[in-house]
């Protein structure tokens, strides 16, 4: 049984059970993990505000028959102007699709955390209002670097990354169609 803390990035969550739900994490030091949250949606968790997704947080992990276990967690940043902005949270979404998408499971990839990791500061420290060509332009870098970063194109390579991410994962992104019928 192995037993550690590390910085996480909350990329997606789904309930099961009574009380309980997977998430899947982009950690520093493991990558992409899933982890189980026993006991979250019960009133009482005291775990739950710091397991949404989009948070940033500090958890405590334990590896059980090749199962992670979320044993405690404590929020760094929940970015909270970012998810009063729906334009903003658009943007958050598609790259954390694009990562929970594209990433290896249990291949860390500390550059690429840190790509995530600034892009949702820089979202959530938007102050103007979020145009659809300026979100382009965002998802468009996040992309293009997070491709680069994981060697699927090279700096120079005139591509539309867009198109190429959805080609890499074989279907189209979920937060792109939602974005289309919202904004």
């Not at 982009?26 to 989009?54: N, P, Q």
Request: glycine residues 4%; positive net charge; proline residues 2%.
């Amino acid at each position: 049984m192995e037993s550690f803390k590390t910085e996480a990035i909350i990329l997606k969550r789904t309930n099961f059970g009574e009380a309980d739900r997977y998430v899947s994490l982009f950690t520093r030091s493991k990558g992409k993990i899933a982890g189980v949250a026993k006991g979250i949606r019960k009133i009482s968790s005291r775990r739950a505000a710091h397991l949404e997704m989009l948070n940033h947080s500090k958890l405590h992990l334990t590896l059980r028959r090749n199962i992670y276990y979320i044993d405690g967690a404590e929020s760094i940043s929940s970015y909270r102007e970012l998810r009063e902005d729906i334009a903003k949270i658009h943007l958050a979404y598609q790259c954390c699709e694009l990562i929970e998408k594209l990433s290896p499971e249990g291949m860390p990839n500390v550059q690429v955390y840190d790509v995530l990791l600034l892009a949702l500061n820089h979202i959530n420290n938007l102050t103007d209002k979020v145009t659809i060509s300026y979100s382009d332009r965002i998802i468009e870098r996040f992309f293009s670097r997070v491709l680069m970063e994981y060697g699927y194109i090279s700096k120079d390579q005139p591509i539309d990354v867009m198109n190429y991410a959805q080609q890499i994962i074989g279907r189209k992104f979920n937060s792109i169609e939602v974005a289309k019928h919202t904004l």
